[in-house]
Every structure is written in C-alpha cells, then in structure tokens.
C-alpha cells in the first residue's frame, strides 16, 4: 500500500529512509494470511501477532545511517574487531545483521534447550506467527544454524519481539546485538611447551562452575576471557569511572551464566546476559572439539545510558529534533541527549468486566491499547482488579498514560483514542465496560 499524505519532509533526515518508512508495508496481516518481509505464512490458533506490531518489521533501527542505535552497534562491533584479530591481522568475528525476524519454535527454543513446558515459550509472552513459527525473541535463536554453517567468531544483529507491559524502558520490539566465540585448546591455551597437560574436556561433575564435560580449568579461561571482553566494552563506551557489577544468571543454553548491570539515575539495569554455551548445543550443530561463549546485549540499553536517552520510544522517533542529534560520521563521537521538548502527560482510567466463560490475558488489553493508541500512549498499568461475589465476576482497572513526545496533546484528541480503546475492547476482548 502506498500511503500518499506527506505530512512534511523531515529536515536533516535521508529522504529515501522516509521513503521506505511510508511507502512500504514490510509486513502485514489479513486474515489468516501473514506476510513478513516477503515470506508468507498461515495463521493459526497460535497467531497473536497484530497489524499495529507488523508495522515495525522492516524499519532495522540498528541499520539505519546515523540512528543512535546504529552507533552503538557500530562501536560493539569495533571492540570486537580489535579484540580478536586472526594471525593475518584480519576481524575474526563475522557480522550477521539482516537475518529474517521470522524463526521457528525450534530456532527460538528446542536448538537452545529450552525444555518444552518453560515459560518463556508462552503466547502471553511472545509473538506467534503460527505454532511453528514466531518473531524471534532474542537474537540467540540464530546462534544454532550459524554454527551449523561454519563460523565460530561471529555477531547476529537485529530487532527482537516481546509481548510485554509498556513503560519508559519497555517496548514490544527492542534489538540484541550477540557474541559467539567458539575456541579450540590451542586457541585457549595459545602454544605452551607442554599442551598435553590441558585438556578441554572430561568426564567429571556438573557443579555451579562448570558443567560436567569441561575441566574447571578450561571453563574458567573462557569465564576471564569473556568477562574481560564485556568489560572492556563497558569501559570503552562509558568510561573507566563507571560503576558495573556482575550477577550470577540462569539460561538453558548456558551454564554458568552472568549478566551485567551499570547504574541508570541510581538504578541497578542490566546490560547483558551472558555464559559459557552448553556443549550440547554445539555437539547438536557438528561441533566436537571446541568450547564457546556466548553473550546477548540490548542495544536499547547501551545507547540509553551512552547518551542519556530516558525513553525506549525515542528510538522510533522520526523526528529530526532527535535523529539531528547524532548525525556524526565516526561512530565514537560523544553525544548526549537533550530533551526536544516536555509536553504534559493526559492521564485516563478505563475499567471493565472480564468476560466470565472466555480466556482474558492483561498481554491482550496492553496488546490492543498499542494497537488503537499508537505512540501517543506511553503507559499501561494494571491499577487495581477485584472480584464481585454477588456478580462472580473480575474487574480489572486500567491507567493509560498518553502523551505526546512532539507537541501537545488536547485532552479532545485523548478522549477520542480513549473511547476507541473503549469500543474495541468491547468487541474483541468481549469485556464490559463499567
Ligand atoms: C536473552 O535474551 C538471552 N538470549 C541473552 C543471552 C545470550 C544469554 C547468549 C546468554 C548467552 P535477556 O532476556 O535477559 O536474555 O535479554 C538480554 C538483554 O536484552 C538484557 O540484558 C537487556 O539488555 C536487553 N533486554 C531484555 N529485555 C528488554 C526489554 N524489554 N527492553 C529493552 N531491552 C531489553
Ligand atoms: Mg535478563
């Protein structure tokens, strides 16, 4: 569909990115057809993936020239380009940054070990296209087929979907920038005189160190290896004075695994999850010899606390106020944000009746607040939920905060989205409104 209203031409921004942003629907939906960047799939019970969430697939925010999310991965990049270099002085880590958002179950969870009744799989939770496939999760669901294909030094880029609660520092697509390192003894070891003294491998006790297979020694090189290079990334990015701290984490594809968290406006927030790869997982991709790390950090993350950004949804901002900002060539300029404006937010409570023999999920409510409210909503709270002995039925009431990041809004405007989320809630969630 070509939509022909230019509102106005974005001073400073490239005109072939506006463009691509209103002439092409990268993806879509109708009825039980879905289309995503030119792969077509049949919905099915599972499909929870609606036309509002779509409508991010093709902006690749993390491709974009001069987005602040874009640096941030060019400056990831960067480190580990200088870090792991081969014998010939060339990059050893591949860079995969356009891979197709749409994986399969297996992809997303099986090839990761993630057992078949965990939560992380739920519907609440993710974006189904069909019961096979959905929009990846987390950028690790590549980690799988790329050791497949060969490589063991290797960076996967791109955009993630989560179906979550809407706040500041929460959206239901943010992006993952992950590291795969995969190590032979003598890549570990380097050449010592006596290499039959090490080994990677033995047939010991899993303990919270190091799983069974590996020898304690081997699983430690690779825990310093790996933290020192995330740390160094840390430092490089935000300075030497900048307080982080690891924290002992739990995946199914790592053991052991870390994440590190750095201070946002005196708030611990992590930055990374990170571990030593289950070696199952590589032996299932062909793999006998070698022994990996891996890590997956939020971009989102970074950039905020790179630039002092304090809104997730700046990222999608199209505004040249916020893109001018970091329109620098060299990645590693320094930047800081600075507020484009404030505008005062409009505040409105929505409460109604669950339905009492049909399934409700709160993820469907914020679901459709998005989904009819667009970015003029910027937060959806739960505010209270109480059951009526006499009716035998739940209530549930709602905050939506809805504010504009570029003008004002007028409390007409907002009651007009409001009665729309009103309707619309009426007629898909087969709620009451009260
Ligand atoms: C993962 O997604 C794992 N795949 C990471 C991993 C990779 C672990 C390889 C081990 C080995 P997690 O859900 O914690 O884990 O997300 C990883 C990072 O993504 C977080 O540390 C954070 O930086 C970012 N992140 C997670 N959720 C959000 C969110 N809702 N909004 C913005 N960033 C987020
Ligand atoms: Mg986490």
Same mark, same amino acid.
């Given at each position: 569909?070509?939509?022909?209203?230019?509102?106005?031409?974005?001073?400073?921004?490239?005109?072939?990115?506006?463009?691509?942003?209103?002439? #092409?629907?990268?993806?879509?939906?109708?009825?039980?057809?879905?289309?995503?960047?030119?792969?077509?799939?049949?919905?099915?019970?599972? #499909?929870?993936?609606?036309?509002?969430?779509?409508?991010?697939?093709?902006?690749?925010?993390?491709?974009?020239?001069?987005?602040?999310?874009?640096?941030?991965?060019?400056?990831?990049?960067?480190?580990?380009?200088?870090?792991?270099?081969?014998?010939? *002085?060339?990059?050893?880590?591949?860079?995969?940054?356009?891979?197709?958002?749409?994986?399969?179950?297996?992809?997303?969870?099986?090839?990761?070990?993630?057992?078949?009744?965990?939560?992380?799989?739920?519907?609440?939770?993710?974006?189904?296209?069909?019961? +096979?496939?959905?929009?990846?999760?987390? +950028?690790?669901?590549?980690?799988?087929?790329?050791?497949? /294909?060969?490589?063991?030094?290797?960076?996967?880029?791109?955009?993630?979907?989560?179906?979550?609660?809407?706040?500041?520092?929460?959206?239901?697509?943010?992006?993952?920038?992950?590291?795969?390192?995969?190590?032979?003894?003598?890549?570990?070891?380097?050449?010592?005189?006596?290499?039959?003294?090490?080994?990677?491998?033995?047939?010991?006790?899993?303990?919270?160190?190091?799983?069974?297979?590996?020898?304690?020694?081997?699983?430690?090189? /690779?825990?310093?290896?790996?933290?020192?290079?995330?740390?160094?990334?840390?430092? $490089?990015?935000?300075?030497?004075?900048?307080?982080?701290?690891?924290?002992?984490?739990?995946?199914?594809?790592?053991?052991?695994?870390?994440?590190?968290?750095?201070?946002?406006?005196?708030?611990?927030?992590?930055?990374?999850?990170?571990?030593? /790869?289950?070696?199952?997982?590589?032996?299932?991709?062909?793999?006998?010899?070698?022994?990996?790390?891996?890590?997956?950090?939020?971009?989102?993350?970074?950039?905020?606390?790179?630039?002092?950004?304090?809104?997730?949804?700046?990222?999608?901002?199209?505004?040249?106020?916020?893109?001018?900002? &970091?329109?620098?060539?060299?990645?590693?300029?320094?930047?800081?944000?600075?507020?484009?404006?404030?505008?005062?937010?409009?505040?409105?409570?929505?409460?109604?009746?669950?339905?009492?023999?049909?399934?409700?999920?709160?993820?469907? &409510?914020?679901?459709?607040?998005?989904?009819? *409210?667009? $970015?003029?909503?910027?937060?959806?709270?739960?505010?209270?939920?109480?059951?009526?002995?006499?009716?035998?039925?739940?209530?549930?009431?709602?905050?939506?905060?809805?504010?504009? /990041?570029?003008?004002?809004?007028?409390?007409?405007?907002?009651?007009?989205?409001?009665?729309?989320?009103?309707?619309?809630?009426?007629?898909?969630?087969?709620? $009451?409104?009260?």
């Amino acid at each position: 569909m070509v939509v022909v209203v230019f509102h106005r031409i974005l001073p400073g921004s490239r005109f072939s990115q506006i463009t691509r942003l209103l002439s #092409t629907k990268a993806a879509s939906i109708s009825g039980s057809k879905v289309e995503v960047l030119g792969r077509e799939y049949t919905g099915d019970h599972m #499909t929870n993936v609606t036309s509002h969430l779509l409508s991010h697939i093709g902006r690749d925010l993390h491709l974009q020239p001069y987005h602040p999310l874009r640096h941030v991965a060019q400056r990831v990049t960067q480190h580990m380009y200088c870090q792991y270099v081969s014998p010939r *002085g060339n990059p050893l880590f591949s860079v995969h940054s356009q891979l197709h958002p749409v994986v399969t179950t297996h992809q997303n969870f099986d090839s990761l070990l993630i057992p078949k009744d965990h939560i992380s799989r739920k519907k609440s939770d993710n974006f189904y296209i069909n019961e +096979t496939h959905l929009l990846r999760a987390h +950028t690790s669901a590549h980690q799988s087929e790329l050791i497949k /294909m060969g490589f063991d030094n290797f960076l996967v880029i791109g955009d993630v979907y989560r179906r979550d609660s809407i706040d500041a520092s929460h959206y239901p697509v943010f992006h993952q920038l992950e590291g795969v390192r995969l190590c032979t003894l003598k890549e570990l070891y380097g050449t010592h005189q006596n290499m039959d003294a090490y080994h990677l491998f033995e047939n010991g006790e899993r303990t919270e160190h190091h799983q069974g297979v590996h020898t304690a020694e081997a699983a430690r090189r /690779m825990e310093v290896e790996l933290k020192g290079c995330l740390l160094g990334l840390a430092t $490089s990015l935000f300075g030497r004075d900048t307080e982080v701290r690891w924290v002992d984490a739990y995946f199914p594809f790592t053991h052991p695994s870390w994440e590190l968290e750095v201070q946002i406006n005196g708030e611990w927030v992590e930055l990374l999850g990170c571990g030593i /790869m289950e070696q199952e997982i590589l032996a299932n991709a062909g793999v006998q010899d070698k022994i990996g790390w891996a890590f997956g950090l939020g971009l989102e993350r970074w950039a905020m606390k790179l630039y002092g950004i304090p809104d997730i949804r700046l990222f999608w901002s199209t505004d040249s106020g916020f893109l001018s900002q &970091f329109r620098f060539d060299d990645s590693a300029t320094p930047a800081s944000y600075k507020p484009v404006s404030k505008y005062n937010p409009c505040i409105n409570d929505i409460s109604f009746w669950l339905p009492k023999d049909q399934k409700y999920e709160s993820a469907d &409510f914020y679901d459709l607040v998005r989904s009819v *409210g667009g $970015s003029l909503v910027e937060q959806v709270s739960l505010v209270d939920s109480f059951t009526s002995p006499k009716k035998q039925l739940t209530s549930h009431c709602y905050r939506i905060v809805y504010r504009h /990041m570029e003008r004002v809004l007028t409390q007409e405007e907002v009651n007009e989205v409001h009665r729309r989320i009103e309707q619309k809630a009426a007629s898909t969630l087969q709620v $009451s409104i009260r």
